[in-house]
């Protein structure tokens, strides 16, 4: 609507409604449309649209606005950092209706004539669309994780009970490009064929070989690669095609890479083929040449974190600000995942965008945290909030009213187009405030979106470990931020990681097993893991964090 000058009202309306019908529990398809119109933020005009989605499954109104706008048109809107407005002016004045057309106009020096944007937005265009284009091919893991296991339990029914995930999925990447399986054969020709008649695969002819079998998976068309090996072989074949380049170029005593060890023999089981090294099994997922043989030295692969370990869960939000479920709500979903602690921290009140929660609202929210606890036997609400770091690195309370938080998640949500100097500065303030207890999502990316702003990871560390401050590990699959790369430096330097949600709704919650999947990479145990700890560990540690 924006992108076509509807009434601005209307564009508002429009938007106050999807917040609203986003946050309901109401069953909106069961209500009559004078029902829909007494629903908070629903009026006349909404209740018609939403009982003509009820009724029809679209809205007519949507598909004329579709049918006037070029497809590329509606995939700039994706675009950080170009609104609406900015894509309509590219559209009307450049005549740009795709991002290869918007890229070739940025490089010709197009776009920075347009009144409203200039060489530094289309500087910043050029950037995002090349992370765009370097990502395309891509898949969070979070997205497909499911669909993985489910196709490979489908294969092992379907075509061999030994076949296995290997490649990125297996060794729980952030970012996928395909679904691949190492399967058994001592025929790969008959095993080709059954592949190939399998009816919820699609194969690329072109790319299959006589040993690989490449295609997609139908329902969400994610490449699928399916490789055949000798039985006598698979385990060697397992390990290389599960290993990164790192782990596979590490060395044995006798100065071979792993690699040439898997190659100059025939191992059947991965088990075999570590035994010959003299090491344990590595799990896939820590074979990326960081810290799998420190581990395996101290004998601490078995302690390695698990959603097993987890104890409690920081840094979520509620209906006081933009989450979907209460406080309550939220508090009793944990105790149904079986933790025993839970830590509110909604939005601060620089983030209006998010309804932050002023000065006020910040006690009324602590007022039921109390009367929740006097209530909730065995279980407890942690008072937190994520405070917003502003330019110069401030939180956005006074001491006053931080001193009166459990704990406190320091993030930056706002200006984000900063050099390296200025983000690590501005986030080491911050790490040095005496109330910061953790630091949100350090870089701020959204992957496969957008590029976290550049900061000096071993400078925020080190600020981190001599400050007393708990690395998040922001656990939604768009963030998973702090990198995994960069923990391993952090338990070196005595840091502590807590693997945060970020759940917005009771569902969000369940996030937390994306963030094990990359902590597991970083070689973290449990002991390590500040959400891991029991409850009153905790709660000794917070009281003491200002000491």
């Keep these: 609507m924006e992108l076509h000058d509807e009434n601005s009202f209307k564009v508002r309306s429009i938007q106050n409604a999807g917040f609203q019908i986003e946050k309901t529990e109401v069953a909106l398809s069961l209500l009559s449309p004078a029902e829909l119109e007494k629903q908070e933020g629903i009026g006349k005009s909404i209740a018609a649209k939403i009982a003509e989605l009820n009724q029809t499954g679209?809205?007519?109104?949507?598909?004329?606005?579709?049918?006037?706008?070029?497809?590329?048109?509606?995939?700039?809107?994706?675009?950080?950092?170009?609104?609406?407005?900015?894509?309509?002016?590219?559209?009307?004045?450049?005549?740009?209706?795709?991002?290869?057309?918007?890229f070739e106009a940025c490089k010709n020096n197009s776009v920075a004539q347009l009144k409203g944007?200039?060489?530094?937005?289309?500087?910043?265009?050029?950037?995002?669309?090349?992370?765009?284009?370097?990502?395309?091919?891509?898949?969070?893991?979070?997205?497909?994780?499911?669909?993985?296991?489910?196709?490979?339990?489908?294969?092992?029914?379907?075509?061999?009970?030994?076949?296995?995930?290997?490649?990125?999925?297996?060794?729980?990447?952030?970012?996928i490009s395909a679904i691949s399986f190492l399967v058994p054969a001592t025929d790969a020709g008959a095993m080709l064929l059954t592949i190939q008649n399998l009816s919820y695969l699609t194969e690329e002819p072109a790319k299959s070989g006589l040993y690989r079998w490449q295609g997609f998976e139908k329902t969400k068309n994610i490449p699928v690669e399916i490789y055949i090996t000798t039985p006598e072989k698979f385990g060697s074949e397992l390990f290389k095609r599960s290993s990164g380049e790192k782990h596979l170029r590490l060395k044995t005593a006798a100065g071979k890479t792993y690699l040439q060890a898997a190659t100059a023999s025939a191992?059947?089981?991965?088990?075999?083929?570590?035994?010959?090294?003299?090491?344990?099994?590595?799990?896939?997922?820590?074979?990326?040449?960081?810290?799998?043989?420190?581990?395996?030295?101290?004998?601490?692969?078995?302690?390695?974190?698990?959603?097993?370990?987890?104890?409690?869960?920081?840094?979520?939000?509620?209906?006081?600000?933009?989450?979907?479920?209460?406080?309550?709500?939220?508090?009793?979903e944990c105790m149904a995942l079986g933790y025993s602690y839970f830590g509110i921290s909604d939005h601060s009140k620089s983030a209006f965008y998010a309804n932050g929660l002023d000065e006020t609202r910040v006690l009324k929210q602590q007022a039921e945290v109390d009367q929740l606890n006097n209530t909730l036997s065995g279980f407890k609400i942690f008072k937190g909030i994520e405070s917003d770091i502003l330019n110069d690195g401030a939180l956005d309370y006074a001491d006053d009213v931080l001193k009166t938080f459990d704990f406190i998640v320091a993030s930056i949500h706002s200006n984000l187009k900063m050099n390296e100097?200025?983000?690590?500065?501005?986030?080491?303030?911050?790490?040095?405030?005496?109330?910061?207890?953790?630091?949100?999502?350090?870089?701020?990316?959204?992957?496969?979106?957008?590029?976290?702003?550049?900061?000096?990871?071993?400078?925020?560390?080190?600020?981190?470990?001599?400050?007393?401050v708990i690395i998040e590990i922001n656990a939604h699959p768009w963030r998973l931020d702090m990198d995994w790369r960069h923990i391993g430096y952090a338990l070196d330097k005595g840091c502590i990681i807590s693997i945060n949600p970020d759940a917005h709704e009771k569902i969000?919650?369940?996030?937390?097993?994306?963030?094990?999947?990359?902590?597991?990479?970083?070689?973290?145990?449990?002991?390590?893991?500040?959400?891991?700890?029991?409850?009153?560990?905790?709660?000794?540690?917070?009281?003491?964090?200002g000491k």
């Design 421 to 468: 100097e200025k983000a690590t500065q501005r986030l080491i303030t911050a790490i040095e405030n005496p109330f910061t207890t953790m630091l949100g999502h350090p870089t701020g990316r959204l992957l496969l979106k957008r590029e976290g702003y550049p900061i000096d990871h071993k400078k925020i560390i080190d600020a981190c470990a001599a400050n007393n």
């Design 58 to 102: 679209k809205l007519a109104e949507l598909e004329t606005l579709k049918q006037n706008t070029p497809e590329g048109i509606i995939e700039l809107l994706d675009i950080k950092g170009i609104g609406p407005k900015k894509v309509k002016t590219l559209w009307k004045e450049l005549h740009i209706t795709n991002k290869e057309e918007l």
């Design 508 to 545: 969000g919650l369940q996030d937390m097993h994306f963030g094990i999947c990359v902590a597991r990479k970083a070689g973290l145990c449990k002991e390590q893991t500040f959400n891991a700890w029991p409850l009153d560990k905790v709660s000794s540690w917070l009281k003491s964090k």
């Design 117 to 175: 944007f200039g060489e530094k937005t289309q500087e910043n265009i050029i950037q995002v669309l090349q992370f765009i284009m370097k990502q395309s091919d891509k898949h969070l893991y979070g997205d497909i994780e499911a669909i993985a296991f489910d196709l490979e339990k489908k294969l092992k029914t379907d075509i061999n009970t030994n076949i296995q995930l290997c490649g990125e999925m297996r060794r729980m990447m952030e970012t």
């Design 267 to 332: 191992f059947a089981t991965e088990a075999a083929l570590y035994e010959s090294l003299n090491l344990p099994v590595i799990p896939a997922e820590l074979r990326e040449g960081y810290r799998e043989l420190q581990l395996a030295s101290a004998n601490l692969l078995d302690e390695l974190i698990t959603n097993a370990d987890i104890k409690g869960s920081f840094h979520n939000h509620s209906t006081y600000s933009d989450g979907k479920h209460s406080v309550e709500e939220m508090a009793r």
